[in-house]
């Protein structure tokens, strides 16, 4: 099937009629058990199910209108670079009433590209602003598919708090969507250390590629993936923080490693992204309950309780520190 | 079996009768299909085979007399450190004439236990000199045998140039020695980077130990490791050396990716660890035929041919480069 076929079954659904604005926010979103991989790359269906955290107020804001002449890309205030606005127009194209543009103005408060999941944001926030715009009345879950479309990390970030993004097993990704869960947890923190700003090499899609045709190791990881999902649930459910942390950061060291058993190696660590991971191992076996996630980049997220903020402030003074659930 | 059988069992076949001293040589080895992961522990029964090449003039001297009082074990000409010496006298145990002790002095001329398999030679050159001292008159297959109960790999330091450790099948670990490879590759080279000489906080057998129980990507380690092994020893017989090299560092990164997907996860990089692969990909993505391995440890070792080795040293003037057929 592919994607214009896919969007125009779901548009079936839609009521309602485009009105001249739409604006929306979409948090950014960091996986606890990783989408690695993909079983179909024209529609993002992912081989493995991933949970994720919502970031809060950190994400992306965009406001979409209608253009005449062509579309209008901005990000942060500027025309966007070429790549970006070509990335964008091109999704754009799949929902485009006929001889119309638009004109789009997207701005994140977190670094673009970076780890820390903009695409994620942007594609939910650029969903939820066009749903807004053509007066689609979708629910979540049928934006979160069309977000899929566009990142398959973006279908997490419809949701505030804790997601699902369910791998699916429909040949046509129609069961393949995000949900979010009721489970609050108040006292659960996300610390951010970034190690590096600059765009990475290789980007997610041609990581997880080569991942899965070069590395022999990726054959283990769909069932570490699911035992993971599974181990996690049952932590948020019972709040039980070191399962919940211990398998978050084994869950990321393993996609890690299933990258750099491919070939050519695929490393997205710095030395500093080694430094402070050595410097939470050694403040664990301090008994402080730290553990870290990382995404497909060099940047750490650190997860902890707020019981141990101020432990955790003293060693990483630098640390952003964000409550998921505000 | 235990390993007192296994030794008794070898020794009928020993001829010959004790001197008053022995001595010998061992070169130590590094792994291009490494040894990661006991099938049974007591008798250093590994999961794979391994593939190896001598470091030819690096390695152990050992010399070997009897002792009336007790053992006496010196390193490097001082008394040797308890851990080091209890290793030592618990394995000569297993060849101990009743009433006798051993005065071992032995002198590595590469750093003990950081990721340079120091182990390998130091066993591999024990047993050299036992079989000197008692007049066993053993082969080196049978030597190997005996070198792997003290330390898996030491079973290859047997040899000089390249050698391989058969797995074996059998349950009384018969079958599983080491033997020498014919092929000499007059133009390889192997450089070493010594990023450590600091002592390792997990020793090799618990990081094998720990990765096999815990990791679930080790589960594919096996199909990996016997694959990596049947293509080194083609790309050694053709000579084809974009092929052994990249089989070796692929086989490497995956026996290291293993390991980070363990728990508690274990990484034996350093920061300067990252920053040195990281210039051993920059070099090759600028044409340069330069490939790493790495043992359980912060080390690189780079493979190249001497065509390269102006330019290896221009890149990295603190290589130490071994020419492992001299």
Known sequence: MKRQEFVDQLLKRAKGTPGTRGEAFAPANIALCKYWGKRNAELNLPVNS???????????????????????????????????????????????????????????????AAGLASSASGFAALVKALDDLMGWGFTPRELSLLARLGSG??????????????????????????????????????????????????????????????????RSWPAQAQCDYDELRTAIAAKDFPMFGKTAENNALAMHATMMAAWPPLCYWKPQSVSLMQKVWKAREAELELYFTMDAGPNLKLLFLTGDQAAVRRLFPKVQIVNPFL
Not at 54 to 67: A, H, N, P, V
Not at 164 to 182: I, K
Request: hydrophobic share 35%; proline share 4%; no cysteine.
């Open 50 to 112: 991933s949970l994720s955290i919502s970031l809060g107020k950190l994400g992306t804001r965009t406001i979409i209108k209608f253009s005449k002449t062509s579309d209008r890309i901005f990000l942060n205030g500027k025309p966007a670079p070429k790549a970006f606005a070509e990335r964008l127009s091109t999704y754009l194209d799949l929902f485009r009433p006929e001889g119309l543009f638009f004109e789009v103005r997207t701005k994140n408060n977190i670094p673009t």
């Open 153 to 218: 990390s973006a279908a997490r970030s419809l949701y505030d708090g804790f997601a699902v993004w369910h791998a699916g097993q429909r040949p046509d990704g129609m069961d393949s969507y995000a949900e979010g869960l009721s489970n609050v947890w108040d006292d659960l923190r996300v610390g951010i250390l970034e190690v590096s700003r600059v765009r990475k090499k290789t980007g997610s899609t041609e990581g997880m590629n080569r991942t899965r045709e070069t590395s022999e190791l990726y």
